[in-house]
């Protein structure tokens, strides 16, 4: 065991330098979050070994041998998870060549894998990396149909290999966005949505034998391909609803489809129905602090929708749909912060801190089905580690170190570089394209 | 951000303050024509405010922590107000008369009122339908002759939330952005009413919203329209100012000589009132280079810019934005939803600060308009972990004492001081702290906020019979 004697940095440089798998890292001394809604952990120890979690917690014993990195006076979290994103997809928004979000004029729409879209060098993943947010859904955008296409669970490491899981979900859209891709009704999206499921079951029928669909098939075969793992439950189906009344129908598909593996996002209405929601067992990633009728289907947002959706029983985590889902995840610390100070509010329902940071850890990992591997310190689970200087929801915070799977992160980017050459606007002896 | 990367497209606003001509009495044409002709003036404030204070309580928060908004901190300090007004605002000996409301701020802190310098509540409103959408009148890049007034639905759901979560209790309203000159901003108290004229801050000068960069020369180019490119931008906001010069000196030589009255044009008025110094500008400005360009233009045709909006870059020239008096109005952390807002840091205000330029937190936005504090908090934070020393009460003073200046209503509200208007927010905790909100919101010294009391909750005629009417939203 070689205890460190420098500070966090140096023995996050010393970390970097040398090979992160294959050896063992403890972590002393900070205030532990395990993040599955257990209370923080003054004094723990988080031990990593080839690149995963081995143990978290107090009375952990450090291992002979490990590198120990001290994070007294630090906190110590799991890394931070983005329930929703569209990360990796756009470099600037308003500029179409750098963004891959959506394929509005393409062929495609349940088929669309969105791994071919990701890169990991865009400037927002090292802007998130930096910020803590070390895993993150990806979803594309809906082309001209319902369906946007399969999205993928990725790393934010410095390196190319961002895809943890590709084709983890499918995503549709059956609120407001789904009706008008439908042509203008919600009737027609659910049209659309069952034509869909049937022509899979059919051509899975086919495959195994049973006379294929007739002759009116609407899906190209690539897309109703695709659907065949959605309506055979064998990949979750991620639903874009606002809507109480539209939350209840999607409910109300596996009526019809009984295997579908159904996970809500948005749900800005769910507390109205949060009782349904709890009863039929789909988890929901919610949009965190939506309180204002934006649109229609979003006319009781509350910021108390999450906290009543818990306390109803709903499996419930926070996602940025929609809402600067390709630059700003960071702003889900902020938005769990925000959870936690509603309970201070008289009528309001909130979250306790445990479940605040648990909704942008574990909780999205779990609606995603990976929380196995990712989302917490728990044993077995990814060595995505973040050292906070402070409480990570506090608006003051931010990350002194980031681990992923075990591997020390640069905290450098775009906005580092500039704030440094700006730190004195004034040039000095050379022009400022010299200050580097 | 409701409007993605147009959001900032809905920030341009021409301001003017003088568009009225009043002939007092057409002279008589028969009369004789050694009789004088009654001179024809322009009403500078034909939609006046009919705001009136609602009545308050003569209220003093004790034992509480206040941000001056002036960059002033009091630990254990006494706020006190009357009739509207401050009264008194200093430390535990400050005398309370024995016969009023105390209220014990053991833990808790004392702000003024926020003041957001750049909303689109109401002209942009919920339910963002396009029925609503009233932000920007994109059909010219010259429409200085509309008043974002003529917009403001006060129905919109935003002004309550802003209030309660947010502590709002003044804002402007401005113009979007899709014009070079977008047209005349208003400034409202941040009060529930059924009409824009009974929320108009009354005597808030006008603003004049211009705007750099992208959007009109997107808008109006891909119309195949002038102008298509920034050089095109500034060929016609240079004609336009050209024009309002001449229009000015034809009612300058009007008013020295008599004579025909000039013709009237509504947009001019607006423009002239700007070169008067009546009228602030408000310049949506994303690239520090546009913004040098705006500022010797302003030089050419002998105007001031207030402020400077979105300034994604200002950090790299804070010293030429202070040596021209010009405030930046920043988000904390906005940045690469379009091409000019590419190089946004989270570090913009902390550098503008410690360059002693002017900074202002602005949220353009019905979401982030609710929690001002908590941007200002961030930009704080990260300030200060790039070695900046900068206090939590200079921090406040980013969203009270400097909007309230680049606004012209720091003689009025912005600051806890003696004489102004009890626009006053009490917070449950330290508002720079993610788990802080406003307990009590006190607009002119009315309460019209209590988190403790449902029926000092605001809900609009919109909301009424909805799910949710009435929620703690």
């Known amino acids: 065991m070689m205890k460190s004697l420098f500070s966090l940095s140096v023995a996050a440089a010393a970390l970097l330098a040398s090979p992160a798998l294959a050896q063992t890292v403890a972590i002393t001394g900070g205030k532990v979050v395990i993040g599955d809604g257990s209370a923080p952990i003054e004094g723990g120890t988080v031990v990593l070994r080839d690149g995963k979690v081995v143990a978290a917690g107090s009375g952990v014993a450090v291992p002979a041998g490990a590198q120990v990195v001290d994070a007294s006076g630090r906190w110590v979290t799991p890394g931070l998870f983005a329930g929703f994103s569209r990360l990796g997809l756009v470099e600037v928004e308003a500029v179409n060549e750098t963004n891959d979000s959506s394929a509005s004029r393409g062929e495609f729409s349940a088929a669309i894998d969105v791994t071919p879209a990701i890169n990991p060098k865009v400037s927002a993943v090292a802007v998130n990396r930096a910020a803590g947010i070390t895993r993150a859904v990806v979803a594309p955008i809906a082309p001209a149909a319902i369906f946007a296409g399969m999205g993928a669970v990725i790393d934010l490491g410095d390196d190319y290999n961002a895809v943890t899981r590709a084709r983890a979900f499918q995503f549709v859209e059956l609120g407001e966005t789904g009706s008008a ?69 999607v409910l109300k598909l596996r009526e019809e489809f009984p295997a579908l593996k159904l996970v809500l996002a948005g749900v800005s209405e769910g507390w109205l129905v949060a009782n349904q929601i709890a009863a039929a067992g789909v988890p929901v990633i919610a949009s965190a602090l939506n309180d204002l009728p934006s649109e229609f289907e979003k006319t009781a947002a509350t910021q108390s929708n999450i906290g009543r959706m818990k306390r109803a029983g709903v499996t419930v985590s926070i996602g940025m749909i929609n809402d600067n889902d390709a630059h700003r995840l960071h702003y889900s610390p902020q938005y769990a912060g925000n959870l936690v100070a509603l309970q201070r509010v008289p009528g309001a329902s909130g979250l306790t801190w445990d479940q605040a940071f648990a909704a942008i850890s574990s909780g999205p990992a779990q609606a995603l089905g990976v929380d196995a591997m990712l989302g917490s310190l728990k044993p077995g689970r990814a060595g995505d580690v973040v050292i906070w200087d402070g409480d990570p929801l506090e608006l003051s915070s931010a990350p002194v170190a980031v681990m992923i799977d075990g591997v020390q992160q640069p905290l450098d980017n775009r906005q580092a570089r500039l704030r440094d050459r700006y730190r004195t606007p004034q040039e000095g002896a050379l022009p400022k394209a010299y200050e580097r | 951000m409701r409007y993605g990367y147009l959001a900032p497209l809905a920030a341009i606003a021409v301001v003017g303050c003088a568009n009225t001509t009043t002939a007092e009495k057409p002279a008589s044409t028969s009369s004789s024509s050694t009789a004088k002709a009654e001179k024809v003036s322009i009403n500078e404030n034909p939609y006046p405010s009919t705001y009136k204070p609602y009545p308050g309580q003569p209220t003093a928060i004790r034992n509480v922590t206040i941000f001056d908004g002036e960059g002033g901190q009091i630990d254990n300090g006494v706020v006190f107000f009357t009739d509207g007004k401050i009264t008194a605002v200093g ?7 024995a016969d009023i409301a105390v209220i014990d701020g053991r833990g808790k802190f004392v702000t003024p009122g926020i003041i957001d310098i750049h909303s689109h509540l109401g002209d942009y409103p919920s339910p963002g339908v396009s029925a609503h959408s009233d932000g920007n009148e994109a059909t010219s890049p010259v429409t200085a002759d509309v008043w974002a007034e003529h917009s403001v639905w006060p129905q919109d759901p935003g002004f309550s939330r802003a209030l309660a979560n947010g502590g709002v209790t003044s804002l402007q309203i401005l113009p979007g952005s899709a014009n070079l000159f977008g047209g005349r901003s208003v400034t409202l108290k941040n009060v529930p009413a059924r009409t824009m004229q009974a929320m108009k801050f009354p005597g808030a000068p006008y603003g004049l919203k211009m705007a750099c960069g992208e959007n009109p020369k997107r808008v109006y180019g891909s119309r195949n329209q002038k102008p298509a490119s920034r050089m095109g931008n500034l060929a016609v906001n240079r004609q336009t100012w050209a024009r309002a010069a001449e229009y000015k000196a034809r009612w300058d030589e009007y008013e020295k000589k008599g004579g025909t009255p000039p013709a009237r044009d509504i947009g001019m008025d607006t423009l002239k009132a700007a070169l008067e110094g009546k009228i602030q500008i408000h310049n949506h400005c994303y690239r520090a280079d546009e913004m040098a360009i705006v500022i010797d233009m302003a030089k050419e045709f002998g105007y001031t810019v207030s402020t400077f909006h979105h300034a994604v870059e200002s950090y790299k020239i804070a010293d030429l934005l202070r040596e021209n008096n010009i405030c930046s109005a920043v988000w904390a952390d906005w940045w690469g939803f379009k091409m000019e807002s590419y190089d946004g840091i989270p570090e913009n205000a902390a550098i503008i600060q410690n360059a002693n330029a002017c900074t202002i937190i602005h949220s353009d936005d019905q979401d982030q308009i609710q929690r ?18 900068i206090s939590d009460a200079t921090a406040i003073r980013w969203l009270t004492y400097n909007p309230a200046k680049a606004m012209g209503i720091a003689d009025q509200t912005g600051s806890l001081k003696p004489g102004k208007m009890a626009d006053v927010v009490l917070w449950n905790a330290n508002p720079l702290s993610v788990y802080a909100r406003p307990e009590k919101v006190w607009v002119d010294g009315a309460l019209l906020y209590d ?23």
Do not use: Y
Request: net charge neutral.
């Open chain 2, 372 to 389: 001002l504090n908590q941007e200002a908090a961030k930009a704080l934070g990260d300030g200060r972990r790039m070695g900046f020393n």
């Open chain 1, 181 to 249: 891709k439908a042509g203008g009704s919600r009737a027609s999206a659910f049209l659309e949505f069952r034509n869909a499921l049937i022509e899979a079951r059919a051509l899975a029928n086919g495959q195994r034998g049973v006379p294929a669909h007739p002759h009116d098939a609407l899906l190209n075969r690539q897309d109703a391909a695709a659907l065949v793992p959605v309506v055979n439950g064998e990949m979750r189906l991620l639903v874009h609803v606002e809507r109480a009344a539209d939350i209840l129908n």
């Open chain 2, 451 to 473: 988190a403790n009391d449902p029926k000092r909750r605001p809900v609009s005629d919109f909301e009424l019979g909805q799910p949710g009417e009435g929620d703690t939203k």
């Open chain 2, 91 to 97: 430390d535990a000996n400050t005398p309370i008369p």
